[in-house]
């Protein structure tokens, strides 16, 4: 069982920057790929993210790439996302989740981070 948790939502105006965090409970963080997924009201929840086990291999939507960046620290059991240039449309709350070796979907998600940008 892995429990997650995200900090470091807020508002911030277009053209801002945010790092979210997400803290990892158990002792096999390192062995969970993450993903930062996020959901837009009215919207259905949609991929933002991810990065495998060791770090070295990372996955973007198309819409974040090139301003967002994700990362881990597999010492302090947690991944980040690195928001720059965030726009309005970036709007959402942003969900951690992780994905067990070999299972087809993400396993494990946190409560989510409300991520505000004014226009």
């Known amino acids: 069982q892995v429990q997650l948790v995200e900090s470091g939502g807020g508002l911030v105006q277009a053209g801002g920057s945010l790092r979210l965090s997400c803290a990892a409970s158990?002792?096999?963080?390192?062995?969970?790929?993450m993903g930062w997924f996020r959901q837009a009201p009215g919207k259905e929840r949609e991929f933002v993210a991810s990065?495998?086990?060791?770090?070295?291999?990372?996955y973007y939507a198309d819409s974040v790439k090139g301003r967002f960046t994700i990362s881990r620290d597999n010492a302090k059991n947690t991944v980040y996302l690195q928001m720059n240039s965030l726009k309005s449309e970036d709007t959402a709350i942003y969900y951690c989740a992780a994905l067990r070796s070999g299972s087809s979907s993400y396993d494990y998600w946190g409560q989510g981070t409300q991520v505000t940008v004014s226009s």
């Open positions: 158990g002792r096999t963080f390192s062995s969970y790929a």
């Open positions: 990065i495998n086990y060791s770090g070295v291999s990372t």
